[in-house]
């Protein structure tokens, strides 16, 4: 049987040590094609959006879904 453990259902509390940690993005030569990338899937799905609003179809942000899903990059590259 296991001890008995306090159930606890609020966060716990967040050092700053425990942040120190944490990786940050930096502007290196090997973040560019990420940026590139979705720069590229965010105006993609924009202008699919806007040009299905300009057809006029009844679910335009099926559009927008059909754009993400397309350009998605595979998780090898």
Do not use: F
């Not at 120190?20 to 993609?44: C, E, F, Q, Y």
């Not at 299905?52 to 350009?71: G, K």
């Amino acid at each position: 049987m296991r001890s008995w453990e306090p159930l606890s259902i609020l966060p716990k509390r967040v050092l700053w040590k425990d942040h120190a940690r944490m990786k940050l993005w930096a502007w290196d030569k090997k973040n560019l094609p990420s940026i590139g990338h979705a720069i590229r899937t965010a105006v993609a799905a924009t202008a699919s959006v806007i040009i299905a609003r300009l057809v006029q179809t009844p679910e335009a942000y099926w559009a927008a879904i059909a754009t993400l899903v397309r350009c998605g990059r595979n998780v090898s590259q």
